[in-house]
């Protein structure tokens, strides 16, 4: 076969919150340059791929990629192209081998997934395929998903200034398109704006651009969010939802959840106590997001059983995007749907595996952003190719925010009238339908 990968090389650039990232660039032997840039945790899980830094103080304040930057462009590269793969499978399995360990320590899934991902549009760009085609190329993209779109940030991404949960996002799941949607979600953010104002708060936003004010309740957005799309013109619920990232690892500290905004300290029991409180004073609350600690896996199942069937439960830290730990979760029963970030696992084909591993099991997969992140929108094409049906990217603002949206909004235009927007009843039935 004709040799058709030039080269890789790799950068150092920044993300959202001003730490040094890594761009990796596929170079084809037509001259064509095919880049990724790859996004950054801050609430990570424990079991999540090894994002190789290189901890020299001087730089960076350690945080620095340039030993990134040497794996891509030393060991990678040369592995890469002196095989010459011709599918994202074989790519990377290639890698995977070469390092040798379970997180992708020795090379970094960064490095890694930077060569994955870029790889990935080298592909599209050979097969002359958009993204969100090539990426599944027998299965027609149709389904365009609801935004899960974070307006209040808490915990760690407000510097612990707010909530104690991380994240208050709207789901306008009622509207009739995604460009509508995110109309919708706009006009929402912009009214949330204007009744903080209206209450003395500070409107500054946290690392995904949502409001972070202080508040005294973990309730309080909830109440604030509800009015917003009320004022808005829209109906709690049936239009427009609410979802919540608790991100509880940040919160549980030896065997206890401790909410300090609310000065409550609660074992595991009184925390399911308090989240079938929530869902049950909150009837338009449809999704809680790692309500338990990934370090009380035991309390999981008696969470999902209690929320019932029509709200969903998301393992994040808990699962790390690893098929492996989504089967066990499956198995076991401890939630009812999973989010994926690439960077959690590290290629491309193991997220891809995790989605239909997932679906598989009757369980529902949620796209996501990282909280540091970049413009680059790969996911936006994957949760379209994988028909997954759901995706969180932070507000409806600021630029490595809104190049998700964006995106979703020039697919849905290319598909015209293909394009199917994700109501409440499409999400489980479309991404069965592919992996069944
Ligand atoms: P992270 O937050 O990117 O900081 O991990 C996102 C999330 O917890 O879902
Ligand atoms: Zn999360």
Redo the contacts with the bound molecule.
């Keep these: 076969m004709k040799p058709w990968i030039q080269q890789f090389q790799a950068s150092e650039i920044l993300d959202s919150r001003g730490n040094p990232t890594l761009s990796v660039r596929c170079v084809l032997t037509d001259h064509s340059v095919h880049e990724a840039q790859i996004p950054s ?4 899980g424990s079991h999540e791929a090894h994002e190789l830094r290189d901890g020299d103080p001087s730089r960076y304040r350690g945080l620095g990629v340039l030993r990134a930057i040497q794996a891509v462009e030393g060991e990678l590269a040369h592995a890469i192209v002196a095989r010459q793969p011709d599918d994202q499978s074989s790519l990377d399995h290639l890698m995977i081998e070469l390092d040798g360990t379970p997180r992708k320590s020795r090379l970094g899934g960064n490095s890694v997934l930077g060569c994955s991902m870029a790889f990935s549009r080298a592909l599209a760009h050979r097969r002359k395929l958009p993204l969100y085609r090539s990426l599944h190329p027998d299965q027609a993209p149709t389904l365009i998903p609801v935004p899960y779109l974070n307006i209040w940030n808490g915990g ?2 407000a510097q612990w200034q707010g909530s104690d949960f ?2 208050y996002m709207i789901v306008p799941w009622g509207a009739p398109s995604f460009r509508e949607a995110l109309r919708w979600s706009s006009e929402i953010y912009h009214a949330l704006q204007g009744e903080l104002k209206k209450n003395h708060l500070p409107t500054g936003v946290g ?1 995904e651009g949502g409001f972070a004010p202080p508040t005294t309740s973990n309730r309080e957005p909830i109440d604030f969010i509800a009015r917003a799309i009320e004022q808005s013109g829209f109906t709690p619920g049936a239009d427009v939802a609410v979802a919540l ?1 608790l ?1 509880a690892n940040g919160f549980y500290e030896s065997t206890r959840y401790l909410l300090r905004t609310e000065k409550k300290t609660l074992d595991s029991s009184g925390m399911v106590d308090y989240c079938a409180a929530l869902v049950k004073d909150y009837p338009f609350l449809i999704s809680l ?2 309500p338990l600690s990934e370090s009380d896996p035991e309390s999981w199942p008696l969470l999902t059983e209690r929320m019932g069937s029509h709200v969903q439960v998301i393992g ?2 808990l699962y790390c995007t690893n098929p492996q730990l989504i089967d066990h979760g499956i198995r076991n029963r401890q939630a009812n749907a999973v ?1 994926i ?1 690439p960077n959690q696992i590290g290629t491309v084909s193991e997220t891809q595996a995790a989605v239909g591993k997932a679906v598989q099991g009757g369980w529902r997969a949620m796209l ?5 992140e970049t413009p680059d929108a790969f996911i936006s094409d994957f949760v379209v190719a994988c028909h997954a049906g759901q995706i969180k990217a932070g507000a409806p603002a600021r630029g490595e925010r809104v190049a998700k949206y964006n995106r979703l909004l020039t697919i849905e235009g290319e598909l015209g009238r293909e394009a199917r927007y994700a109501g409440p009843d499409l999400i489980r039935q479309n991404s069965r339908n592919l992996y069944s």
């Design positions: 945790g801050a609430s990570t760690v991404h991380q994240e690392d990232d991100a997001e790692d994040d830290d989010l970030k996501s952003h990282r909280s540091g």
